[in-house]
């Protein structure tokens, strides 16, 4: 991933913004705060243009035929969640129910990611690790950018800690429990 900073027409200051696969030859239209990154670009499969917005605390995405009209979605998205009186609650329709803290709006569909305590399940440590989680330690383990970590620490305070104690724990449950052999379905 890189990290860019881009001009937004109609303002007089650069904005951070993150490009995943992107068309560096875009910019972005909308009004977005001041301390939000975005990042566009186009999905593995199906190849579809997308445009994806962090506001603090939360996650926007907005798909469509071209990066400039998934940005628009993703806009209108982000002003319906700031219209809204939200009603939170923890599970996500058609979707299973959230135990990270995870909220979802049952008004505007507005998603928040630390809005709860986190839901622990007894004997949860005591397994051996995902796919994803091994997938994941991988990553937490793996060579950071300062400059990314800075901006994240900054814009998340506690992030950092955050992350050493997510690895601290899967390390340990790795050593003890080991992985989960890959699934093969017939």
């Known amino acids: 991933m890189r990290i860019a900073a881009h001009h937004i ?3 007089s200051e650069n904005r951070l913004s993150s490009m995943l ?6 910019t972005p239209t909308c ?12 999905g593995i499969i199906p190849a ?3 445009f994806e917005a962090f506001p603090t605390g939360t996650f926007i995405r907005g798909e469509g035929a071209t990066i400039a009209e998934a940005e628009q979605k993703a806009f209108e998205k982000y002003q319906r969640d700031r219209a809204c009186d939200h009603l939170w609650g923890r599970h996500r329709p058609n979707h299973s129910t959230y135990t990270n803290g995870a909220a979802f709006c049952r008004k505007c569909g507005g998603f928040r ?3 709860f305590r986190e ?8 397994t051996p690790l995902s796919r994803w989680e091994s997938d994941w330690l991988a990553e937490l383990e793996g060579p950071r950018d300062p400059d990314f970590e800075v901006h994240m620490e900054r814009k998340y305070p506690g992030h950092a800690e955050s992350c050493r ?9 790795k050593n003890l429990f080991g992985v ?3 699934r093969i379905f017939p």
């Open 9 to 11: 027409p109609g303002t």
């Open 21 to 26: 696969h992107s068309n560096p030859d875009y």
């Open 31 to 42: 009004a977005w705060p001041e301390d939000c990154t975005v990042q566009w670009g186009h």
């Open 48 to 50: 579809v243009p997308f």
């Open 113 to 115: 990611g630390s809005m």
């Open 119 to 126: 839901v622990v399940i007894l004997g949860h440590w005591r």
């Open 165 to 173: 104690k997510s690895r601290r724990l899967l390390r340990i449950r």
């Open 180 to 182: 989960e052999e890959a």
